[in-house]
């Protein structure tokens, strides 16, 4: 599932007139660098979900050949991150892969995705995410988690730094969603269960994770992604 509901308010002014998603890095939109990813790693349904100017995401979408692209609409109301899934969850497996439409990083020689499909252990992990470093491009936050010898996640202390930043891709279990709330919330909240659980793992991603969160940003990204291009 491709996450491509938000409403892009850092991004503004470019996010007045487009969809964060179809805001382009290095002349592709943010979305299809994540679909690439997505058919990259051999994958082949797609479900992604609208909210915000979702007729120009449609039509961008139905322009794609190698992908079967599913549609979940939210037009009705922006339900996060978290319960964008949950209304999705009809039109996905047991087991599935989730990405920020605007994740956006360099590779190594073994693709990130492959890595962290690779990695996954259902019989241990209730999610298993993929982690950029704390000093990464377009980064200016405190981290997000801190992680053990094993890949176990716990939550950075409060004031306190973390070497790891959730990089907008992981491995879920739908089972997750069972107790979930209805309406509006984060996946924080099921990461947090996951931690309690200790069955939050996580990844540490080879290359360089770009984020793009606001205009000053892109010209970063797209300076990195050619050097990686050139390299």
């Not at 491509?4 to 805001?23: D, I, N, S, W």
Request: charged share 25%; net charge negative; glycine share 10%.
């Amino acid at each position: 599932m491709v996450l491509a509901a938000g409403l892009g308010k850092r991004m503004r002014p470019v996010t007045e007139t487009r969809p964060k998603p179809l805001v382009e890095v290095g002349g592709r939109a943010l979305i299809d660098h994540a679909l690439g990813r997505l058919a990259e790693a051999g994958l082949t349904r797609v479900v992604v979900n609208v909210h915000y100017l979702p007729d120009m995401i449609e039509a961008h979408l139905a322009g794609r050949t190698d992908l079967d692209v599913t549609i979940s609409d939210e037009r009705d109301a922006l339900l996060e991150t978290g319960g964008g899934i949950k209304r999705a969850l009809p039109l996905l497996g047991p087991e599935f892969l989730v990405l920020n439409s605007d994740s956006l990083w360099t590779e190594r020689e073994t693709k990130n995705l492959a890595r962290l499909m690779e990695t996954w252990r259902p019989q241990d992990m209730d999610v298993l995410l993929l982690l950029a470093p704390r000093k990464s491009l377009g980064y200016d936050g405190l981290g997000d988690f801190n992680m053990d010898a094993g890949g176990r996640l716990t939550r950075r202390a409060y004031g306190a730094l973390a070497p790891h930043v959730y990089a907008g891709a992981a491995i879920l279990k739908a089972s997750l969603f069972d107790d979930a709330p209805n309406g509006a919330f984060s996946l924080n909240l099921l990461f947090d269960r996951a931690i309690e659980a200790g069955r939050l793992y996580g990844l540490p991603l080879e290359g360089e994770w770009l984020h793009v969160g606001t205009p000053e940003a892109i010209g970063q990204a797209e300076a990195r992604l050619a050097e990686a291009e050139r390299n």
